[in-house]
């Protein structure tokens, strides 16, 4: 298994710990006004998580706006105008990459000659099954998230070089967050029988995590952007539930609920909870932040997959 490294050793004295939880507002929808240069570096990212993370290494220097709104899933996303004008208007514009946005071509032809960083630059990418492509999402992954957290990092300070103590400073504190989550979520998976570790969901987006954690993981379709629900797909998911006697399957807050009822209710398997993979929760859902996001998903496979 991997560990997570912290790549951010400090000079600074933890006297200086400057924390940046729900510094800037989140809108809905990516309609906040432009701040102007005395507000500091204004971000622009591709959808709500990354957000988060970003919002944390930023602290009080900027502020963040993200694009794809929440519920709305970022691979087939339809941006409107005012999407090309809020990347447009940004300093930096932060993607996942990987190949999630399928859209970032047609914003970034629209928009302007804001510079575009991926920021899952350097994690290992997993494959799509049967498929040389990559699977994007890599985030839901902690054991990723340091990249995440180093790219921001290293672009922002690149921006604004007088905010370098501070952007790392925060970056220390997010990532001590973060390897507390991973040590956690370890813990939690301790236990589930290890013949019931398999993750079935609508859209195979936890290979990453399956990968760190020690879940087999099964999707009625492999990656949103391809063709969702099936009777082929759906009767694919019920033999393996069947056969492998696998207690719980899960939904997602961004997919369409319909196809796991199909296949729940053709294979006697209990629905056991949603969980967060392409979007944070909205206000009030306690999932708001990357960290609550991981820590509801870890909590509801245990629960779901724990049998007595
Ligand atoms: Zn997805």
Redesign the pocket.
């Known amino acids: 298994m991997k560990k997570i490294v912290s790549t951010f050793m400090l000079s600074l004295s933890t006297a200086l710990f400057l924390t940046a939880c729900g510094g800037n507002a989140n809108n809905e929808n990516g309609n906040q006004d432009n701040a102007s240069a005395e507000d500091g570096i204004y971000v622009t990212a591709s959808f709500s998580v990354l957000a988060d993370m970003i919002e944390h290494v930023l602290g009080d220097r900027g502020t963040v706006d993200y694009i794809v709104p929440i519920g709305e ?3 087939e996303y339809e941006p409107v105008p005012n999407d090309f004008r809020n990347v447009n208007d940004a300093d930096v514009f932060y993607v996942n990459g990987l190949g ?1 946005e399928e859209w970032l071509e047609r914003v970034v032809d629209n928009a302007s000659d804001t510079e575009v960083v991926s920021l899952s630059d350097g994690v290992e990418a997993i494959p799509l099954v049967g498929e040389d492509e990559a699977d ?2 890599a985030w839901l992954s902690p054991k990723n998230a340091p990249y995440y957290v180093e790219n921001i990092v290293e672009d922002l300070i690149e921006r604004d070089p007088e905010g370098e103590e501070e952007y790392r400073a925060n970056a220390e504190a997010f990532l001590a967050e973060i390897e507390e989550l991973d040590a956690w979520i370890e813990e939690q998976v301790d236990n589930i029988d290890e013949a019931h570790r398999t993750i079935v969901i609508s ?1 195979n ?1 936890f290979k990453y995590f399956g990968e760190d954690y020690g879940f087999a993981t099964e999707g009625i379709w492999e ?3 391809h063709e969702e629900g099936t009777s082929g797909q759906i009767n694919r998911v019920i033999d393996i539930l069947r056969e492998e006697g696998i207690p719980a399957v899960f939904v ?1 807050t ?2 369409d609920k319909r196809y796991m009822e199909t296949v729940s209710e053709n294979s006697d398997v209990e629905i056991a909870g949603e969980v967060y ?2 979007a944070v929760g909205t206000e009030g859902s306690g999932a708001e932040t990357y960290i609550e996001m991981m820590r509801h998903n870890a909590e509801t496979f245990v629960d779901g997959l724990t049998t007595e």
């Open positions: 899933e970022p691979h999630l994007p999402h859209e987006a990656i949103n952007s997602e961004t997919v993979t392409d």
